[in-house]
């Protein structure tokens, strides 16, 4: 993948230190004392003074609504109020918590519930492990009539710990088989031990090998050696590896979390969110909208795997649930799938991503409501959000509706009753509760990994209305010195409606009430403050993706041992040909801007060559240039261009939209096969 760019950020120290983390193996515990109904009694302790940290926010090289908001200028570090610095949520936070806990019950009713939960049930004995096979793309494992190589194929990108906990997963289906009498299926151990395996997987055993060699590149501190509590002023930096599988990470982390000298001295988890930083790879980042959806599918059966084995390893047992079929409502808008909604809305908006009602809603608070004093807390008037629900649900898409009279409040309310009357979780059935497990990890990269992990599992709407709500959340917390409401406080709020849904039981309400309520907000804050980052495609799974290509291309050699020996004549005579010097390379960009620009153009690749390089070069030869400008001209005068990006097309990837500052010449070497197209952006249809 080539060497890696050191992002240069203002205020750091110079040597990247690891933070010593409390890491350990945790088990969910379920108390069987429900004290939802309650309120939390005020902490006698007293809270600690602290100043204002700058490392409260900032996600490096992605910076979060709130910081772009809040910085004058590029590459400053300002420090952030001093209530969004607040340990722990106060009592105010808490009470809004469990009064959100009761609207949610009391609004979905017992006997509704009770009916939901009896359609959505936990998968039986081998069913789950069936399903969790068929998502992860590892079907073909328990099929007799699939090929070796198929097999072969599928798990050939996989690193040890991945391949465990498939072995895993494969034992316990074959465990309910045998109590079936039926017989099972192949073990694992035995496909990659097979003849066939080996010629095409050379290097699939060395997977924990180049985990280790990624993770020494990386520098690190002795765990023993950090600073003890008490001199800490604020949290260090956490750098955010997205090189070597999280599950291998976990692996490295919890080895070195026995060794004795690393028992004496642990974090302290204060509640304070530090700078996160990810040094940049010279390929770049890879946002989730960036691939293909056929390379997108494989990367959520990746991210399944990955996640199953960080579980395991943190003995987080996690169930599954299945949404039965329900009756959907008459209505248009509430209680409508996210699906329904979109097939409907893109019949009048093509390509639109989010529900046109949601986006109508969302601009309205924007707008209006976010500098609304208690916006999401304060409650608006039932009569009036019940009316103004009436009104959409008949006017919204006649367009017969007037935003000018509603109070933000009344808007407020309709959007959390929105988001908790679908009728699926927004998280999902098959992974609330382990959105809802990510509570109970100590660790906040390990957090942040399971969060990562866990979006890109979300189906495309689901994910996209998502990220829609958590933008709108972080710009209520950037107008915090007007609203009054901090980060804990829109996280508590908000966790209920997202953690909560009638078709899943969960333990939300149950055990020490400050306790759980503080936990689960703690994830509604990692997912507003560091959204940018889980909406990002880490390196190793990106290289996976790339792997799985590759070997799936090569399959085919194995079928006709005359194609065979064919291709291993070709592979060797091109070795004995001379090695052309790659430092300066010439490359022809096919150019593909709808009908304003179509042919090629002629690059020249040096080390240092990136992505934003070849499109100022396509800027100014084709859109720019006197004889070939393509510009629009607007009423005011000015010129607009059209939005281009760089794609890699084909090779061992379907299509990527390639980041600025890729460097093109590790990109080249990563897929030679690979051709390079410069095409307009998509229109998302984000906007309303």
Not at 12 to 17: A, P
Not at 260 to 271: A, I, L, M, T, Y
Not at 617 to 624: A, G, I, K, P, V
């Amino acid at each position: 993948m080539g060497g890696r760019e050191e992002l240069v950020v203002s205020g750091l120290e110079t040597n990247m230190q690891f933070s010593r983390t409390r890491l350990g193996r945790f088990r969910l515990r379920s108390n069987q004392s429900p004290l939802w109904a309650k309120r939390g009694k005020p902490s006698s302790r007293k809270k600690k003074t602290r100043d204002p940290s700058p490392t409260e926010m900032s996600v490096e090289p992605w910076p979060s609504p709130q910081d772009q908001g809040a910085a004058k200028h590029i590459g400053s570090i300002h420090a952030l109020p001093s209530q969004d610095q607040e340990e722990h949520p106060d009592k105010l936070c808490l009470d809004s918590f469990w009064s959100e806990v009761e609207t949610i019950q009391q609004g979905s009713g017992d006997t509704d519930l009770d009916c939901t939960r009896r359609d959505s049930r936990q998968s039986e004995e081998g069913e789950q492990e069936e399903q969790w096979l068929a998502d992860a793309g590892l079907s073909t494992l328990i099929s007799e009539d699939s090929e070796d190589v198929d097999k072969a194929v599928l798990l050939s990108t996989l690193t040890r710990t991945q391949a465990e906990a498939v072995q895993r997963r494969l034992d316990s289906y074959t465990l309910s088989l045998r109590k079936r009498n039926k017989p099972p299926p192949r073990d694992v151990r035995d496909i990659f031990g097979s003849p066939i395996s080996q010629k095409l997987l050379p290097g699939s055993q060395n997977s924990e090998d180049l985990a280790q060699h990624s993770m020494a590149s990386v520098p690190k501190t002795p765990l023993s050696a950090m600073t003890p509590d008490h001199q800490r002023g604020a949290p260090k930096d956490e750098f955010f590896i997205t090189d070597v599988a999280y599950c291998e990470q976990a692996v490295i982390f919890l080895k070195q979390a026995k060794l004795p000298q690393n028992n004496c001295q642990r974090r302290k988890e204060d509640g304070t969110l530090p700078r996160v930083i990810c040094p940049k790879c010279r390929i770049g980042v890879t946002h989730i909208q960036d691939l293909s959806h056929t390379d997108m599918k494989k990367v959520r059966q990746l991210a399944l795997i990955d996640m199953t084995a960080l579980c395991d390893l943190l003995e987080l047992e996690v169930k599954r649930h299945k949404s039965g079929k329900r009756k959907i409502p008459e209505s248009t808008l509430f209680g409508v799938p996210l699906a329904t909604l979109l097939d409907n809305d893109q019949k009048v908006k093509p390509n639109t991503s989010t529900p046109l009602f949601l986006q109508a809603l969302l601009s309205f608070l924007e707008k209006k409501g976010v500098d609304s004093e208690g916006i999401l807390r304060v409650p608006g008037s039932q009569s009036r959000i019940k009316l103004l629900q009436q009104n959409l649900e008949t006017n919204f898409y006649s367009g017969r509706i007037s935003w000018d009279e509603v109070s933000p409040n009344d808007a407020a309310a309709l959007l959390k009753k929105f988001i908790r009357e679908l009728p699926a979780p927004l998280l999902t059935s098959e992974y609330l509760n382990t959105f809802n497990a990510v509570r109970d990890i100590t660790d906040l990269k390990q957090k942040l990994h399971m969060l990562n992990l866990l979006i890109l599992l979300l189906p495309e709407p689901n994910r996209n209305t998502l990220k829609a709500l958590l933008e709108f959340l972080s710009k209520v917390v950037s107008r915090e010195k007007r609203n009054r409401m901090n980060l804990w406080a829109v996280a508590t709020i908000m966790a209920p409606n997202l953690f909560l849904h009638k078709a899943i039981p969960s333990r939300l309400t149950d055990g020490t009430e400050k306790g759980q309520a503080e936990k689960a907000a703690d994830v509604m804050r990692l997912l507003i403050r560091y959204q940018d980052l889980l909406w990002t495609i880490p390196n190793f799974l990106v290289s996976q993706v790339r792997r799985l290509n590759e070997n799936s291309n090569r399959r085919y050699q194995f079928y006709d041992r005359r194609i065979k020996n064919l291709l291993r004549k070709i592979h060797t005579d091109s070795r004995e040909k001379p090695e052309k010097n790659n430092s300066e390379l010439q490359r022809t960009v096919k150019i593909q801007v709808g009908d304003l620009v179509s042919g090629t153009m002629e690059f020249q690749l040096n080390i240092n060559s990136r992505t934003s390089d070849l499109l100022a070069q396509f800027q100014r030869q084709f859109l720019r240039s006197p004889e070939n400008g393509k510009g629009k001209v607007r009423r005011n005068g000015s010129v607009t261009y059209p939005d281009c990006a760089l794609y890699e097309v084909g090779g061992n990837i379907g299509e990527h939209c390639l980041d600025p500052d890729t460097h093109l010449l590790d990109l080249y070497n990563s897929n030679p096969g690979g051709e390079w197209v410069i095409k307009m952006k998509p229109n998302t249809g984000k906007g309303p």
